[in-house]
């Protein structure tokens, strides 16, 4: 049975506070569905690489096409929510 959006929102969002943990990110919230990777958690790209290698390990993923939610009419997007990664993944992603 796959995830529903919130369990994975829940599962990315513990991720990302693993990830960003030893950052010295001053969020003036807690993460949620609505947190931007860029403007509100301080990735790079590098980091937002590193995060997708991060994301297939923790859900079991192999060989998701994460091109097609960097890259929009074949340029890359400025910037990425949470809840725009669980969209995408829930296509992905099983129980």
């Given at each position: ?13 513990v ?7 030893d ?30 290698v ?12 994460f ?23 829930s ?5």
């Amino acid at each position: 049975m796959p995830l529903d959006r919130d369990a994975i929102v829940g599962k990315l969002i513990v991720l990302l506070e693993d990830f960003t943990q030893d950052w010295d990110n001053d969020l003036d919230a807690a993460m949620s569905a609505d947190s931007r990777l860029l403007a509100d958690l301080g990735f790079e790209s590098v980091d937002i690489i590193q995060l997708t290698v991060a994301i297939e390990e923790d859900f079991g993923l192999s060989k998701t096409p994460f091109d097609k939610l960097l890259m929009k009419d074949g340029r890359y997007v400025d910037d990425l929510s949470i809840g725009q990664i669980a969209d995408f993944l829930s296509a992905f992603v099983r129980g």
